[in-house]
């Protein structure tokens, strides 16, 4: 009976198929209008929140544009074909320093929904095999998207590793990177031997620029895996230390910095470290310690910082001196982003680069679901972060990178005249 019932099932006549096609072209046309529509309302808004600029005529300076060449995406409709309004934001790009318009919905790089070559990094480094991979993917993208078979992953996968393996040999002597942002990632993938993690860097151009500088095995907290990697970078040209490192204090990078790039400076990382004070305290005190923590690091002053800083110790040392004892250890390097521009803080007092980078497939703890060779996870790694690069923009006032670079001072984010 059950057999009767597959095989009726299967059974599909030429009117059913038309009828079948008719729908999906009639489903795709509206989803193309009311990707349209929604985007056209997208412009619109953004237009409308820049409508007081005028130029010395009296005329909008953010204006329409006509529209970016037509492209198609990749749905579980099958392929729609959008075309994008340009706006003209040239004016306040040039003021605010980055391109001001990027849609949301449609952003510069996408092809695909969801990206496939986003998509396929983040399975894997969740534990997904490769033979799952058609089921999972065709799962989010629907049963109508073309190309997904095992065979076409493993390829993809094989051209990912030599663009990685010529990647991590990379001539390096014409870079110059300003700020380091640097974490160690677990992942749902069991890497061979003991280097359990994926050690990362991103870096920030003298042009502000952020860019994926290294991506290697290791160990978290060992400074010869950090030690490792930075010498790497070094042997392939990498001309001068970074100004300001930011990351988060359990790491083994610091023991290895001052062996590799002495004179950088060091940040610790708010958010791991307002984590890391909460998981000593009892819930209940939490929301008032996050606020006090907020207090220190969001001060418009130093010293505003250093009197907040001494008000959390007065107010938790008794009760809870764990929690005191884990901000009293790193506050030498907590501090330090007040020496550079107050329009770089926002970038430079956490890993935000990297934590919102991984945040979907990061795993903290050292038990793992699946396993993985370590070249396709350092392969992953490399394309996921290469992809999330093309939506990066340049951090703000990037111009005054020039000064940080010449070793111009900042005092409370403020730059000091020449004497």
């Known amino acids: 009976m059950r057999q009767k019932q597959i095989s009726k099932k299967e059974e599909t006549s030429p009117e059913q198929k038309e009828v079948r096609t008719v729908l999906e072209e009639v489903l795709r046309d509206g989803a193309r209008e009311m990707l349209a529509r929604a985007v056209h309302e997208e412009v619109e808004e953004f237009i409308e929140g820049y409508s007081h600029l005028r130029d010395e005529q009296g005329r909008q300076i953010v204006v329409r544009n006509g529209y970016l060449p037509e492209r198609e995406i990749l749905t579980g409709l099958g392929p729609i074909r959008v075309r994008q309004p340009r706006v003209d934001d040239r004016e306040i790009r040039d003021f605010e320093g980055e391109a001001v318009f990027t849609s949301k919905l449609l952003p510069r790089y996408l092809r695909r929904i969801a990206s496939i070559d986003n998509l396929i990094p983040v399975l894997y480094l969740k534990g997904i095999s490769t033979g799952d991979f058609p089921t999972a993917l065709a799962a989010i993208l629907g049963e109508n998207a073309k190309g997904l078979s095992a065979s076409t992953v493993v390829r993809l996968k094989e051209q990912w590793e030599k663009d990685y393996a010529g990647w991590a040999k990379r001539d390096l002597s014409d870079k110059r990177y300003v700020y380091f942002w640097v974490d160690g990632v677990h992942f749902n993938v069991r890497l061979e031997g003991e280097r359990s993690c994926i050690l990362v860097i991103i ?99 130093k010293e505003n910082a250093l009197k907040a800083y001494s008000q959390f110790i007065e107010s938790y040392d008794d009760k809870y001196p764990k929690a005191v004892e884990c901000l009293v250890k790193d506050k030498d390097q907590l501090f330090t982003f007040y020496d550079f521009p107050a329009r770089h803080w926002i970038h430079i007092r956490t890993t935000n680069p990297i934590e919102s980078t991984f945040a979907t497939v990061r795993h903290r703890s050292r038990r793992t679901k699946g396993c993985g060779s370590r070249m396709a996870t350092l392969t992953m790694t490399f394309k996921l972060v290469l992809e999330a690069q093309k939506t990066w923009k340049k951090i703000k006032g990037y111009k005054l990178l020039e000064y940080v670079v010449d070793g111009v001072p900042f005092v409370d984010g403020i730059m000091q005249k020449a004497a």
């Open 203 to 301: 870096g920030a151009d003298e042009q502000g620029n952020k860019e994926l500088v290294a991506v290697q095995d290791g160990v978290r907290e060992s400074a010869l895996s950090w030690k490792e990697l930075m010498l790497d970078l070094k042997r392939r040209g990498l001309p001068y230390a970074p100004k300001l490192s930011i990351g988060d204090g359990a790491l083994g990078f610091w023991a290895a910095l001052p062996e590799v790039f002495p004179e950088t400076r060091e940040q610790r990382c708010w958010v791991h470290k307002t984590a890391n004070i909460l998981d000593k305290a009892p819930k209940s005190v939490q929301p008032g310690m996050k606020r006090a923590i907020h207090d220190m690091y969001m001060a418009d002053t």
